[in-house]
């Protein structure tokens, strides 16, 4: 969702320099979303490089995300 955003922001004409800015609040579910997004992230290019899978997230770290404690 948020690759489709920029993506309108920084749609075909556009002339002028784009920023985007992500708000996320310290210590919420939102904040745990984005770490997990940026781990997939990593995964991916790490895929697309050629590299290994080495990156992949154990049990633990997942839950580690989840719970509240973070």
Same mark, same amino acid.
């Given at each position: 969702m948020e690759d489709q955003a920029s993506?309108?922001?920084h749609r075909i004409g556009q002339q002028r320099p784009v920023t985007i800015y992500?708000? /996320?609040t310290k210590d919420t579910i939102e904040e745990k979303? /984005?770490?997990?997004?940026r781990h997939k992230r990593d995964l991916a290019d790490d895929?697309?490089?050629g590299g290994e899978m080495s990156g992949k997230?154990?049990?633990r770290e997942l839950l580690r995300l989840i719970r *509240? *404690?973070?």
């Open positions: 993506d309108r922001a992500r708000l /996320v979303i /984005v770490e997990l997004h895929l697309l490089e997230m154990s049990a *509240e *404690e973070g």
